[in-house]
């Protein structure tokens, strides 16, 4: 018997998500807005009037995050906070992170239709800039919020050359107001994110959604190696610097670290990389590249990150390289709250189903929220796992199965009576 | 006993090479003038001035050549060319192509101060976009004077998307009327290149200039892998198809490839490379990247080059990726006239010299020329052998004896009575 969403409107959730992705669509079927960006601001503009019509209390908060607020009963309880984010990669699909947000407005829509007003107060939150890649730094809404914010981080630059400071202020926010828009964490109940899986398990297992376990902590570094100039007619191979061969080295042996533990679920990645000066008839002077680094098991990937460093120091004294290693973010896996992962499979089998229970890859908001609240995350398979591509897609019916268990768990939580 | 300049004015010569060094100046030593920019076109009208106080008659051809004629007592006989460019890489030094400039330059101002009126014509030129890093194609002046530009290559872009073509017009260019800009080939005696060495032999036989045998001629192929993009966190690693992995394979078996044959004076280079989409969380989709590969040895070359076929073929096939390989520069090797190199030879003995002969890695304005006169090169001392950087430097002291050298071989050749 196939499983059908009841409680929640299929279609008017399909056709927002689609509404949505209009903004910043590039191609047919993708999307592009960065954080902060004018298409960034228009997204969360037209989220904010979504609000409005099912009666939330709206807020856009100085770090750029759209918050949305439905009363509960007894209002001065510790809130249910639901969301995920809206920005996107430069080339990115229309379902991460949107899927968390316009199927949170899905659940307080039918709420609010259904005259439901829940026992505590039910927040959506859209945050700011999840994904990072604007300024090589993710999750700042979210952390924005929590007060972790880290020296110097409004000063990072993008690709143009602008800081976060002036893309906030661009935004409309400013950023000598942070300390009004923390949020108070002991009013918070719990966190939930429903989100596409970006990755190929369930479309493995031939299920619509999954419920997830925990998220592998990434480590976050940049690599810069620095050799010499030179023209690449007339300096002779043995006499080389050559910034790019050895770069090209530590990609290479870095893939090969990631792999060496047979059926580990370790994963490496370097997405990101410049060469200066970038001249095809100069040797390349500089070479800069990130360093993406995930495990389940934290010793695990603390044993792979020393052989990485042994390596590149290697590599880089091979070739009179220079090199200076910097940290941009350090997470432990963070693992849901077994409670609330109980409930979801109730809900589930109510609804037919038995999803199965799986580790998040990519992090999320849920990372930062695990350290100050209980959290839980619902999965909906992704095609081909795609995601962070155009190419990304989720079928509306598992997208309405997804957020149906979103509801019900939604409503276990916050509307018993 | 030290060789010295007699004939020319070393003084003016370091003066002239160092007024020219501030227009597109970076740094303190380093210059940025790319073809066809703003800053090139300062440069030439600099130039072109000074051609003027010399009395030459000027004038800037619709290929951005700037061209300078002094008349001979036989002015409709074949004249003698002098010259080389004044553009420079993006991260460049003051003396490449500028000493080939203002060398010649030099000798006419001395020719004419003397009161000298040549046997026949001598021409300088400041040939346009002989780098080639702007649109990944060099030898643009001399090729468009020769009558040797390809198709499509007024359509080629530059990192900002502009096409050759507008930075010509934007420049004062009309590519409508190339035709009446090319150069009858039976009217050139020869041609005359002054240029730094831009590598080490010089330096490490303690001689200040050397004579030029020929010009190893360079491969130039751009290379496109492509996979499949994917979030950093949740593809397997067995399950990817890593454009940027992928490349970094091939770098590095090109850069072994050049070095397999012990001795050899084969070079390879891979000098400019972007990722895209280029952000940190993302498996690189596509990689882009430059091949450079000279050796004297033409069928050296050709044997180095099948193998990085097959490699790039075997990687890609390992790694699940597609590439392209576009070939945009193939020439073979040029060997200078050996009359000219015997002028060379003999006014040297004068000067008390007797400088090393060596082939040329680098190509330049007299690779083109070499098909259709005769040629000759003179090599000044590089110091370290760097080029292609702001550390580029030579003496006044070196750069007046190139000079002079060149000079004489200028009166040898053109003013004989």
Redesign the interface.
């Known amino acids: 018997m196939k499983a059908l969403s009841k409680a929640i409107n299929a279609v008017r959730l399909n056709n927002n998500l689609q509404n949505l992705a209009q903004i910043g669509k590039i191609g047919s079927t993708g999307v592009s807005r960065l954080a902060h960006s004018p298409e960034d601001k228009q997204a969360v503009l037209h989220v904010k009037k979504h609000m409005d019509t099912i009666g939330l209390q709206t807020k856009i908060d100085h770090f750029g995050n759209l918050i949305g607020r439905m009363d509960g009963v007894a209002n001065d309880a510790p809130a249910l906070v639901i969301g995920s984010h809206i920005d996107s990669?430069?080339?990115g699909g229309k379902y991460d992170g949107a899927l968390g947000v316009i199927g949170a407005l899905e659940v307080l829509e039918s709420i609010h239709e259904q005259g439901i007003t829940p026992d505590i107060p039910i927040i959506v939150i859209a945050f700011a800039d999840e994904?990072?890649?604007r300024f090589?730094k993710?999750l700042f809404g979210v952390r924005g919020i929590l007060d972790k914010l880290e020296e110097g981080e409004l000063e990072r630059q993008d690709k143009t050359g602008m800081t976060r400071r002036q893309a906030l202020i661009e935004f409309g926010c400013d950023p000598s107001k942070f300390e009004e828009c923390l949020i108070d964490t002991s009013k918070i109940v719990a966190f939930l994110e429903l989100h596409i899986?970006?990755?190929?398990v369930l479309e493995a297992k031939e299920e619509p959604i999954g419920i997830v376990t925990g998220i592998?902590g990434?480590l976050?570094m940049t690599v810069e190696m620095e050799g010499?100039?030179?023209?690449?007619?007339?300096?002779?191979?043995?006499?080389r610097q050559?910034a790019?061969?050895g770069?090209?080295?530590v990609?290479?042996k870095l893939?090969e670290l990631?792999?060496e533990v047979n059926g580990a679920?370790?994963?490496?990645?370097?997405?990101?990389?410049q060469?200066?000066?970038?001249?095809?008839?100069?040797?390349?002077?500089k070479v800069t590249f990130?360093v993406?680094l995930?495990d389940i098991d934290e010793s695990r990937r603390d044993k792979i990150e020393q052989a990485f460093r042994q390596d590149l120091d290697n590599i880089a004294a091979e070739h009179g390289l220079t090199y200076t290693i910097h940290e941009d973010t350090r997470n432990g896996p963070r693992f849901c709250n077994e409670n609330i992962m109980q409930i979801m499979r109730e809900e589930s089998a109510e609804m037919g189903l038995t999803p199965p229970e799986l580790m998040?890859?990519?992090?999320h908001d849920s990372l930062e929220m695990s350290y100050v609240c209980d959290y839980g995350m619902i999965f909906v398979r992704s095609k081909d796992?795609?995601?962070?591509?155009p190419k990304e897609y989720s079928s509306p019916e598992d997208i309405a199965l997804g957020t149906e268990l979103l509801y019900k768990t939604v409503c276990r939580i916050a509307c018993q009576k």
Do not use: C
Not at 265 to 273: A, E, F, M
Not at 360 to 363: A, M, N, R, V, Y
Not at 385 to 389: K, T, V, W
């Open positions: 990669q430069p080339y994904e990072g890649s090589n993710g899986e970006q990755g190929p592998s990434p976050w010499l100039a030179g023209h690449a007619g007339s300096v002779p191979m043995a006499m050559d790019l061969v770069a090209a080295k990609i290479v893939n990631a792999q679920p370790t994963v490496s990645t370097v997405g990101s990389l060469v200066f000066p970038d001249s095809r008839n100069i040797i390349p002077e990130t993406d995930r998040s890859g990519p992090f796992g795609i995601s962070h591509n």
